[in-house]
């Protein structure tokens, strides 16, 4: 990328205090991730990997791939990178509000999480693998999409990160044969036994992630039976059998809203779906959710009327005005211009 900074070794030792133990954001297998003041007083997290083989290298070469093809609101920004170690050091936005998986799993922030919260959460993380899947020119699938990878600003806006072992794909593949890589719980089990990658295994896991902003419950729980430890089977059993509102977190259940949480909930166990050619596309994801987040925002949305109504209350054409109607409106509207805009320049405390 044209505006990525290179720094040096020195820069960035410096700016972390000789990567002190006090700036650590978070420890991973991958490695740490460090908070950081630049010269320029810019807060920024830096990505140090602790084991150096070449697989960690690729990785860390790859998310620098991956990240110069992106631009989008909702996936974190890579804003420059140090070439002088042997694994890249990457030097990332910093953002302020932690994972979503703390926000759902900690329990003094999971009751803050309201439910309105957690359905911006899910349309801005469905956007962002929309868009990572259909709309850029080399479709990118993430490979590793949890809630632990899911980041949140402090107005809660969401931001997809680590693309370490996502893969750029070319338009004409459909599936990619790869030795399987992806956290348990999240992982598309299509995908785990053929090894074909496709975008479909991010609808899988995005699945697990909507389940959870549902049920609060991690993707593996120790605390359930065996039968119900992955959790696509424990949601849809629950589903299935009619328990959905049994193992909702409590506090995000209302009266007003009880039909959207079953229309997410029938979109999660879609999305869950062994086959993948079962399963929707992110962008039918991302749509289907932002109309129930609209009829959520709009009092208009809670009528009566079915979704497929209001769907064709807003996409039918008006065939009922005349040509010659629209011709004397038009007209009108002509003769019209010259007090309109007298009333338009009219200060607003003149009434």
């Known amino acids: 990328m044209e505006t990525t900074k290179i720094f040096s070794t020195d820069e960035l030792k410096k700016a972390t205090n000789n990567y002190d133990e006090s700036k650590v954001l978070g420890k991973g297998g991958y490695g740490t991730v ?44 890579l804003l420059s990178c140090c070439l002088e170690t042997e694994v890249p050091l990457l ?8 994972t979503l998986f703390d926000h759902i799993h900690d329990e003094s922030r999971a009751y803050s999480l309201s439910w309105e919260k957690r359905m911006k959460i899910a349309v801005e993380t469905a956007r962002a693998l929309s868009y990572l899947h259909a709309e850029i020119s080399m479709p990118i699938i993430h490979r590793d999409v949890k809630s632990i990878n899911i980041l949140l600003d402090d107005n809660h806006i969401a931001k997809v990160a680590d693309f370490g072992a996502s893969l750029l794909v070319a338009l004409e593949k459909t599936q990619i044969t790869t030795l399987v890589q992806g956290t348990l719980g999240y992982l598309d089990p299509e995908y785990f036994h053929t090894s074909q990658l496709t975008e479909k295994s991010d609808v899988y896991s995005f699945g697990v992630v909507l389940a959870e902003l549902l049920i609060g419950e991690k993707g593996i729980s120790s605390l359930r039976p065996e039968t119900y430890k992955n959790p696509a089977i424990y949601f849809a059993s629950a589903v299935n059998e009619d328990r959905l509102l049994q193992i909702l977190e409590d506090h995000i259940v209302k009266d007003s809203n009880i039909e959207v949480l079953k229309e997410v909930a029938s979109l999660a166990i879609r999305c869950l779906s062994v086959r993948k050619e079962d399963r929707p596309t992110m962008t039918e994801v991302a749509m289907k959710l932002e109309g129930l987040r609209n009829m959520e925002k709009h009092p208009w949305g809670q009528d009566n009327e079915t979704e497929e109504e209001m769907v064709y209350m807003l996409s039918t054409p008006t065939h009922s005005f005349k040509i010659d109607m629209l011709i004397s409106s038009t007209n009108a509207t002509i003769g019209q211009d010259s007090k309109i805009r007298n009333l338009l320049l009219k200060p607003l405390d003149d009434g």
């Open 34 to 77: 460090y908070k950081c003041l630049l010269p320029n007083n810019k807060v920024v997290a830096i990505k140090k990997s602790k084991i150096c083989d070449q697989n960690q290298i690729e990785q860390f070469i790859n998310e620098v791939i991956v990240l110069t093809q992106v631009n989008h609101r909702n996936v974190v920004k």
């Open 91 to 98: 030097v990332y936005e910093f953002i302020t509000n932690g």
